[in-house]
């Protein structure tokens, strides 16, 4: 399941979530190994006696090799996992990595079998899974999932995970990667702008239209987006007509199905944003801002409201005004019908964790992934970055920015209601189609009718290429 960005597309934190379970920039050397591996079968690795204090049977002595992405969130967090193990194994030596370019670093070493016993596959270079997968690289983590975690021997560590991380790094049914990072995509605003005014976060898009007339009334321009990326806007709108279309919908659009993106779900929520434009209520030349402009020009106030994944309060941090604290308020529903409630999110996780098949001590690695995955360490994450994990419950009781809060009381409010579209990370030609056409919609230079006809046709080009592998949920 991989999909490479378009020539020339910009590699945004947005665009590195999107990929994430499914991750892009395949290489050649290792799409080589797809056919070409298979050299013998591995030597047995090393294992210790199992216990309940030793679930995974972890050899005591046996070193440890992890190699971290260090990128925005840093490596601390993955050391810190590093001490535990060491004081939960204290015969293992550990050597720790903390790298930006992963797929460089480690290619010709899954190539040659030699990898690291743990992995963070992440970044603009991280390895093709789709490739590694279908080469036998990696462990399926089911062994790890129905341990019994660290703070709870009565829970298993797939019990604690938010919704839908295991499908975010599932192949063929079997789960190859376990992202720790869990990321949704909402609409932002001020609390204390929206406090001073008396206006409060509407659950419909009639009540966010109403809402946008305050705004503007006010002095105020509603909404600003990243114009040169209109992806950030498709969110509202994919957001929408999952709410009203349900899992049929994700299907249909995922799975290419003939007529899908004329369902009457995606043109009603292509009109709510065109409508959002004819009326005035995007902030004049926002089409031309890049992101960190129109992030910009919302956080001096500008603008009242903007589109982003919840990365966007790490991503302004010096950029913010002091008593900004920016919150973030879920898509509203498209009407009272819609088969998901308005609480739903568009949510996915990443920052992708794999234990190579050929390591020296897989044991290890999956030991070294429960103790990640465990509230301390998952805990500890939240307070160094002020992201969610993907641990259920790891910020409880913690004292937090505005912005984690507000994502941290969405979550729980959608509870099991959180959706995602497949289509992003399978196919990047149609996302590129949608983006574009949804950059036409809301300027004004298309319809909503052309702008469902011109993704259809792109869908059915994509449908008809029998040289495009095809995928379906």
Partial sequence: MTASPSPGRRLTRRTLVRTAGAAA???????????????????????????????????????????????????QYAIDAGTVYKERHPGATIDHKGIQKVGEALQPRFVADTPPDVVDNTGAGRLDLATLVAAGKLTDLAELLDAPTLDDPARTVRDTLL????????????????????????????????ERHGWTWPATWDAMLALCGQIKAAGLAPWTYQGKYPEYINDPLLSMAAKAGGPDLLKAVDNLEPGAWKRPELVDAATALHELAARGYLLSGSEALSHTEAQAAWSQSKAAIIPCGSWLEAEQKGVTPDGFDMVMGAVPALGTGDRVPAAGLQAASSESFVVPS????????????????????????????????????????????????????????????TFTFRFRTWYAPLAKAVDDATGELVTGRATPAQWS?????????????????????
């Fill in 453 to 473: 006809d011109r993704i259809q046709r792109a869908a059915d080009t994509l449908a008809r290429d029998t040289t495009v592998t095809k995928y379906t949920r």
């Fill in 25 to 75: 920039l395949a290489t050649p050397a290792l799409a080589g190994c797809v056919t070409n591996s298979g050299g013998g079968p591995a030597a047995p690795a090393p294992t210790g006696a199992r216990d309940a204090g030793n679930p995974l049977g972890v050899p005591d002595s046996t070193p440890l090799e992890v190699v971290i992405f260090k990128g925005g969130y840093g490596d």
């Fill in 163 to 194: 919704p839908g991380v295991t499908g975010d790094g599932t192949f063929d049914g079997k789960v190859y990667a376990l992202n720790f990072t869990y990321t949704v995509w909402g609409l932002w605003y001020s609390k204390p702008l929206f």
């Fill in 358 to 417: 050929r390591a020296k001590n897989p044991r290890g690695g999956l030991e070294y992934l429960r103790i990640l995955f465990s509230q301390r360490s998952a805990r500890r994450f939240a307070e160094l970055n002020s992201t969610l994990p993907t641990v259920a419950g790891a910020t409880d009781g913690l004292t937090v920015s505005s912005g984690l809060a507000s994502v941290r009381e969405a979550v729980a409010a959608a509870g099991t209601h």
